[in-house]
């Protein structure tokens, strides 16, 4: 892993970009209908299913409220659709929550709504993984659906003493399922100021060891290899002189 991904060249003057977050397939989505008259959103909102019921006819999960009834969530299955009520199988994929939103709100009104609709978006499994050398390496649900890569490392534990700043290897899936990897230098001034500053749902961090660490990390294998050996030796002696006796 330490020799795979591009080393990124920041360019003077680029700007930060906000990276909204792009539905891929495996997304759990909390999608809500509401309106002035309930009843007229009503169909179009999943019933909250009892704690212990972990999937309804739409093969949809739900999230548990308290250990009771359960918020369900839509999942975008492998071919980027989710199958939602009355207006059934949509394309998803490759859409940002505000474009969902946009269509949802289309497709209900004013077909099946006299008035126009208040249709939320929000992801159930929004994560990132930050992993190597961390003091809590781990993957890590985050709520607000932002975050940069300052924040997920203080999330992390920070970097340990033996962590590169200079080389963090960045990997990244796209709707398509095809993975980008990209080495980041955390001490590049220039870093704030690029698109890649904020970080996308399921990204994964991987901080590396620095040399210290990885000498150290070889030198052990080395001797666990030796112990193990002479163990081995000491086995096959002890044996051929129990024989001899």
Same mark, same amino acid.
């Given at each position: 892993?330490?020799?795979?991904?591009?080393?990124?060249?920041?360019?003077?003057?680029?700007?930060?970009?906000?990276?909204?977050?792009?539905?891929?397939?495996?997304?759990?989505?909390?999608?809500?209908?509401?309106?002035?008259?309930?009843?007229?959103?009503?169909?179009?909102?999943?019933?909250?299913?009892?704690?212990?019921?972990?999937?309804?006819?739409?093969? @949809?999960?739900?999230?548990?409220?308290?250990? #009771?009834?359960?918020?369900?969530?839509? %999942? +975008?299955?492998? &071919?980027? $659709?989710?199958?939602?009520?009355?207006?059934?199988?949509?394309?998803?994929?490759?859409?940002?929550?505000?474009?969902?939103?946009?269509?949802?709100?289309?497709?209900?009104?004013?077909?099946?709504?006299?008035?126009?609709?208040?249709?939320?978006?929000?992801?159930?499994?929004?994560?990132?993984?930050?992993?190597?050398?961390?003091?809590?390496?781990?993957?890590?649900?985050?709520?607000?659906?932002?975050?940069?890569?300052?924040?997920?490392?203080? @999330?992390?534990?920070?970097?340990?003493?033996? #962590?590169?700043?200079?080389?963090?290897? %960045? +990997?990244?899936? &796209?709707? $398509?399922?095809?993975?980008?990897?990209?080495?980041?230098?955390?001490?590049?001034?220039?870093?704030?100021?690029?698109?890649?500053?904020?970080?996308?749902?399921?990204?994964?961090?991987?901080?590396?060891?620095?040399?210290?660490?990885?000498?150290?990390?070889?030198?052990?294998?080395?001797?666990?290899?030796?112990?193990?050996?002479?163990?081995?030796?000491?086995?096959?002696?002890?044996?051929?002189?129990?024989?001899?006796?």
């Amino acid at each position: 892993m330490q020799d795979a991904g591009t080393q990124i060249a920041f360019k003077d003057g680029e700007q930060a970009q906000r990276m909204d977050a792009i539905l891929k397939p495996g997304d759990l989505l909390i999608i809500t209908v509401n309106s002035n008259t309930p009843e007229a959103a009503q169909p179009f909102n999943l019933p909250l299913i009892p704690g212990g019921e972990g999937m309804n006819s739409y093969g @949809i999960s739900k999230t548990s409220i308290s250990g #009771g009834a359960g918020l369900q969530n839509y %999942l +975008i299955d492998i &071919d980027g $659709n989710i199958n939602f009520p009355i207006l059934g199988k949509l394309k998803v994929a490759g859409m940002k929550k505000n474009e969902l939103l946009t269509m949802l709100k289309s497709k209900i009104y004013p077909f099946f709504m006299k008035e126009e609709p208040i249709v939320s978006v929000r992801f159930a499994n929004y994560k990132v993984s930050v992993l190597g050398e961390v003091n809590r390496p781990g993957a890590y649900n985050i709520d607000n659906e932002k975050l940069d890569l300052f924040e997920a490392i203080a @999330i992390a534990g920070d970097l340990t003493i033996y #962590g590169r700043r200079d080389n963090v290897l %960045l +990997i990244r899936e &796209d709707e $398509n399922g095809k993975r980008t990897t990209l080495r980041i230098d955390l001490r590049d001034k220039r870093l704030i100021d690029s698109p890649y500053f904020y970080l996308q749902q399921n990204d994964v961090l991987y901080i590396q060891p620095n040399n210290p660490r990885s000498r150290g990390s070889a030198l052990g294998a080395v001797e666990a290899m030796s112990i193990s050996v002479v163990g081995t030796l000491i086995s096959l002696t002890s044996l051929i002189i129990n024989i001899i006796k």
